[in-house]
């Protein structure tokens, strides 16, 4: 090769320069992650990281896979890597703090988002640490991130659903039923602000509104379980018991693990007389969610009304057990707990 064959083909291959595999690996993967491959850009991202360990947008991005194949603490392992990287990296504090919130570890979930706020004024961050502090019971400062995020979004219908939603555990309904309409004004096609809404109308005897409601988001969401218990609710409450036993059927089928619509067949089985149909309702809701406070006063109510008083009040003691709030709700009902 003579000097100038060398000289070219060092400017050729300057000019075209090397692949490099780990960011190519990178890029497929996030090809394979638009359309939910997740095996494939799993894998890709997996060698990515073979090639380059100390990319923190790598683990990032794997972060983001692990957490929609439904492996949470994978996906926060993840983010704490790529935070350790570059703890500039507010997205990964947000979505560390996301899980933090699912995992009900909500002071930990405040502070990501908190740090991810001193690194960008994002109104996603401020929104989810409303709902961090929504879930924690500091409403007020719910409220506070909720408005500061539609100063900096005033066209996010999300904001002001999540606002609407802090507003009603307040007990202002005139509010969330303001945010609410708002929500939908802005985003006409989330069927979820439509349930919303139609709740707050249910509360507030607007039952025709609310039905209106409920039906628009099923027909937007035609698989929305939620919103056929939530009709439901309110077929028991105008006392169309039959509607209502029909919806929960429906939710029941889109998700066989829903204990809330199982706990509103019963009620609705039990204004059809049909109590040993709402006993085993009650049971099942019981057994998919032992937890669940209100079920069990539905359930000593019933048992009291097929004479059984020993399991009525072991039923009332285990809900204000679990919620002490129940106490309450079952002297409304005119029961009352033995000594």
Known sequence: M??????FAIFLLATIGFSNPADDLYTNSLKEFHHQNLTSALKDINRAIEFNSTNAQFYYSRGLILYEQGNPEAAKDDYDRCIKIDPTAYKAYGNRGQIETHQNKLNTAIDDFTKGIALTNSPWLYIHRGIARDYKGTFNDALDDFDTSIKLMPNDGGAYADRGVTRMHMGDTNGGLADFTRAI???PLIAGNYVERGIVRRDTHDF???AADFNKAIQ???HFSRAYNERACLRVTVGDWRGATNDCAKAIELDQRFAEAFCT????EVIGRDFQRAWADYRHALEIRPDYA??????GILDAKMGDAKASDNDFRKAVELDPEMLSKIRAEGYSIKQ
Not at 294 to 299: A, G, H, I, S, T
Request: net charge positive; with cysteine.
């Open 2 to 7: 003579t000097k100038s064959q060398a000289t």
């Open 185 to 187: 004004a802005l985003a």
């Open 208 to 210: 025709i509104g609310a």
């Open 220 to 222: 937007l969401k035609p």
């Open 265 to 268: 067949r019963g009620l609705a």
């Open 294 to 299: 209100l079920c069990f006063v539905n359930l």
